[in-house]
């Protein structure tokens, strides 16, 4: 049984999802806990889950390395095998990704390499994209750079507002992000050969 926390700052919705799926006794893992970089209003879900919550503010430390070094210790205490960010803002210091990579993924709501960062769905409006979806990944030291494990893709349809466009690309995200945590609780998606064939292929 895969142990898994879960990193959120907003509503947590994937979260939600996975804490559903999760519930059915015949899924293969298990959230043990669920961390935020702020008050997150998604850490209801897991209050109502019965699944226990922390809370790593950055603003209580002196800087990005200390407040890493928290969230890290943090969440080395539930030992899980995979930490899966969803819909988590901040970007993580080196020494926590160091300390956790490649069992370390996120979800990003975009086809990446195309539109990494914040605003993913607002720059894929802006730059005309007919087409943009969700990538799931290793989390790497840079920001939505990490080696993809899996993407959905989403047609934008004429008319489509950031909200309505989110909304349309979270529905597939939710559904995506549960499949692969259950591909690589199965070992389905193995994250160490993907992390080392990235590693391989990248010239130094
Ligand atoms: C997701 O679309 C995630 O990819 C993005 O923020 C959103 C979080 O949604 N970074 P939720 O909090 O899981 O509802």
Known sequence: MLSIVVLISGGGSN????????????????IVAVGSDTDAAGLAHAEQFGVPTFTVTPTSFADRAAWGDELLQQVEQWTPDLVVCAGFMRILPPRFVGALSPNLINTHPALLPLFPGAHAVRDALAAGATETGVTVHIVDEGVDTGPTLVQRSVAVLPGDTEHVLQERIKVIERDLLVQ?????????????????????????
């Open 15 to 30: 979260l939600r999802a996975l804490l559903e799926a999760a519930s059915d006794r015949d899924f293969p893992a298990r």
């Open 180 to 204: 692969t945590v259950r591909d690589i609780a199965t070992s389905t998606i193995d994250l160490s050969s993907i992390h080392q064939s990235n590693r391989s292929a990248t010239p130094s």
